[in-house]
């Protein structure tokens, strides 16, 4: 007797799933479609004793000139042209010290992105050289880029480097507000390389994501030397770049 | 009145040293930058010479002379990413980037100073029909005293331009994917959907994906992004940019009950053409099902239960 009205319960919240209107999708019947994607009208305030609702106007893109032989449109569908492309980073430089062998040093720098008027970014990254000593009239040494503790790692694939017997110059990075760093560097302690211009290494996306908004991401230096390594002021230029997608 | 005289001048001489030491020290800055427009798409028939606007801010600390770098670029992957081609862009010498008028090859900005500067293409009669991808690179050249160990940071910031020259060809596209899993338990559905333009000039396709039930009723009608799909190259298209990684189109229905079908509306440009695809799909709420099938069972044995103490009692 109880068994068939389990069955009618069970029916009718599968048929009450079903008709759930899903406000996500766009409405539409047999006589009309509603689509509020690039809905981009203005009305004026509407207010009353309790409330005001004030409209929120927006310059979605592109914005499109013309002319006999061209036609222009800058910015992205649907995407506000009013919202700059920005990257920064904390410190133009990173001051290692005095560097002690076999004794690494990590330093830090934090590097932040604003990118909501693209649909996505990466920013890439590469070296002039390897840390080189520029002592003038001496030849000059370097401290070579590293390649972990296993010698596998690169420019594009990194490796843990946690002896303090292997020797060079790494960085990884680390997420820190809603950022992706590059799927190498998951796992801690995994370093890799800078690109080396002067090698003709390509230079290498560190992060690619989605646009949004303040997004932050650190990238940690490593140097490690032996005591083989020659006396001198070791130095060299990184170089970050922020590239919308198209 | 001789001492203070000499306490005046040790004062000053004082203050004059400290000054100067105070200037040979190295302080470290933040570097910031940000670019308006980040995406410049041009379409030119020749000869003509078009002009628009790239505005450029300094938002770090000091002042920065920031160089600017033309980079031809290519598609890379299938999610709108590029990468850097080495060979020089053809058509270099025919663009400018113009300060007041004034052609520049770097600018100078102060803390916060914003800059509008003018991007100047001018295309010859005799310019190759091809479309051109290039980037306007503004890098930083700072620079410090090698007096430690260091590494100095620069900071670039990039524009890109689609520069499309010669009168629109009709597109030529392949549908290299579209497709979902063929049996899912509950929702959202991702729906794949891969474009290989094989033409010699961008497109920017406009599509839907118009889902049915079983019974023929729409349930769901998916708009896909206007994304740039390059000469030669192949892009996946989302319907929206949330998993960066993997562009997938999704329909966020959470229930799904039965067999779907999946229509693709594509048009590769205002004038068509049109492609149209359709898959099928099955969904069924296991889960459900078997919470039902233990609930069901339940009830029979405590049915059971009760009917056996109930014949007890009458016993």
């Known amino acids: 007797m109880k068994l068939p009205f389990l069955f009618t319960l069970a029916i009718l919240y599968l048929l009450l799933r079903v008709m759930t209107v899903n406000a996500q999708q766009p409405m539409s019947n047999g006589d009309y479609i509603i689509r509020t994607n690039s809905l981009n009208t203005v009305s004026e305030s509407v207010s009353d004793l309790g409330y005001k609702a004030n409209p929120t106007p927006t310059n979605l893109g592109p914005i499109i000139s013309e002319g006999v032989n ?57 070296e002039d050289q390897p840390l080189t000593a520029s002592s003038s009239g001496i030849k000059k040494t370097f401290i070579p880029d590293t390649t972990c503790d296993k010698g596998t790692c690169g420019v594009e694939t990194s490796a843990v480097w946690t002896n303090a017997l292997t020797y060079g110059f790494g960085y990884r990075c680390d997420d820190l507000i809603s950022i992706s760093c590059d799927n190498s560097f998951t796992q801690p302690n995994f370093y890799r390389h800078f690109p080396d211009i002067i090698n003709n290494d390509d230079p290498q996306s560190i992060i690619s994501a989605e646009g949004a908004d303040n997004q932050q991401a650190r990238i940690s230096y490593k140097v490690n030397t032996s005591g083989n390594q020659s006396k001198g002021n070791y130095g060299n230029t990184v170089t970050y770049i922020g590239i919308p997608n198209f | 009145m001789a001492n203070k005289l000499k306490a005046g001048i040790l004062y000053l001489f004082l203050c004059l040293i400290s000054s100067l030491c105070v200037a040979h020290i190295v302080n470290a800055a933040s570097l910031g930058l940000s670019v308006n427009p980040p995406i410049t798409v041009i379409n030119v028939i020749p000869p003509t010479s078009t002009t628009s606007q790239i505005s450029i801010q300094n938002n770090g600390d000091t002042q920065t002379v920031f160089q600017i770098q033309i980079k031809p670029f290519k598609a890379k992957g299938e999610n709108g990413e590029l990468e850097y081609s080495r060979e020089a862009l053809p058509i270099i010498k025919d663009i400018q980037i113009l300060d007041a008028g004034t052609p520049v090859e770097s600018v100078t900005l102060d803390p916060k100073q914003e800059k509008k500067l003018s991007l100047n293409i001018n295309i010859p009669q005799n310019i190759t029909i091809s479309d051109y991808y290039f ?34 060809e009709d597109p030529e596209a392949i549908l290299q994917d579209f497709s979902t899993k063929v049996f899912l338990e509950e929702g959202p559905v991702p729906f794949t959907v891969r474009v290989n333009n094989i033409g010699n000039q961008m497109i920017t396709p406009k599509g839907e994906i118009l889902i049915k039930n079983m019974f023929g009723q729409s349930v769901g009608r998916l708009s896909l992004s206007d994304v740039n799909i390059l000469a030669n190259s192949i892009r996946a298209i989302p319907s929206d940019f949330s998993d960066f990684s993997h562009p997938v189109a999704v329909w966020k229905e959470g229930f799904l009950l ?58």
């Open chain 1, 70 to 126: 061209y036609k222009i449109m800058t910015g992205f569908e649907n995407l506000k042209t009013t919202l700059s492309f920005s990257v920064s980073i904390s410190s133009d430089i990173i001051d290692f010290g005095i560097l002690s062998p076999t004794n690494p040093i990590i330093r830090t720098v934090d590097l932040s992105t604003n990118t909501q008027g693209t649909y996505g970014y990466s920013v890439i990254v590469f």
């Open chain 2, 135 to 168: 980037s306007i690179i503004f890098i930083s050249t700072n620079s410090h005293s090698e007096e430690s160990n260091s590494t100095i940071n620069q900071l670039g910031i990039a524009t890109n331009v689609l520069l499309s020259v010669g009168q629109k």
């Open chain 2, 258 to 315: 039965g067999l779907y079908s999946a229509t693709l509306s594509l048009s590769l440009s205002n004038d068509g053409p049109t492609f149209t695809r359709t898959i099928h799909f099955f969904a069924f709420p296991l889960q459900i099902l078997i919470i039902i099938v233990i609930i069901a069972i339940i009830a029979i044995i405590l049915k059971n239960r009760f009917d056996l103490y109930a014949n007890k009692d009458r016993t």
